[in-house]
T-cell receptor, first 113, second 110 residues
């Protein structure tokens, strides 16, 4: 029962480096999401993909790009990492528009020095 | 006014106590509601959906009041393991984006 799988679980980067966070789900869900969560803060939506082939900005998209590679996979890319992007990143998926709950991966803890 | 509001707490209760949290929402087009549990530095996990008629899962009871636009979560016979942050989530009809509350912190002590 893998559900939503995120890699890596931990990463330390230097300012200006780039990296891609990977997310895959095996529940045949149409919609996928990327969130960040900072200490003492709620979840903030970065980007989402309502269905394969589409992506849209969320609340805090600046500094990020995404790719919906296929129905299973949704990646998040930091082109030039900044210390303000130090956070815990969660990927989530859900079955359909708004009616079903989201299922979350166990997160990627990213530190940018 | 925030779309989804929760009392951040913390609610500090002894083992065995009954505790209740409320969550208010502002959009009358909200159609589906959920409670999630989030442990420190872990991912949110679905605790239960909230149905119009109210629903129960063991020690947990969820209720929806559409007229007053709030949902509630009642935890009976609290356990130490119930200590966590409880997130309220609201989905608006026709939207792909759920709205999360900031969460209510619960601490159950011996």
């Amino acid at each position: 029962n893998a559900g939503v799988t995120q890699t890596p679980k931990f990463q330390v980067l230097k300012t200006g480096q780039s990296m891609t966070l990977q997310c895959a789900q095996d529940m045949n869900h149409n919609s996928m999401y990327w969130y960040r969560q900072d200490p003492g803060m709620g979840l903030r939506l970065i980007y989402y993909s309502a269905s394969e082939g589409t992506t849209d900005k969320g609340e805090v998209p600046n500094g990020y790009n995404v790719s919906r590679l296929n129905k299973r996979e949704f990646s998040l890319r930091l082109e030039s990492a900044a210390p303000s992007q130090t956070s815990v990143y969660f990927c989530a998926s859900s079955e359909s528009r708004g009616n079903q709950p989201q299922h979350f991966g166990d997160g990627t803890r990213l530190s940018i020095l | 006014r925030k779309e989804v509001e929760q009392d951040p707490g913390p609610f500090n209760v002894p083992e065995g106590a009954t505790v209740a949290f409320n969550c208010t929402y502002s959009n009358s087009a909200s159609q589906s509601f959920f409670w999630y549990r989030q442990d420190c530095r872990k991912e949110p996990k679905l605790l239960m959906s909230v149905y119009s008629s109210g629903n129960e899962d063991g020690r947990f009871t969820a209720q929806l009041n559409r007229a007053s636009q709030y949902i509630s979560l009642l935890i009976r016979d609290s356990k130490l393991s119930d200590s966590a942050t409880y997130l309220c989530v609201v989905n608006v009809r026709g939207s792909y984006i759920p709205t999360f509350g900031r969460g209510t912190s619960l601490i159950v002590h011996p």
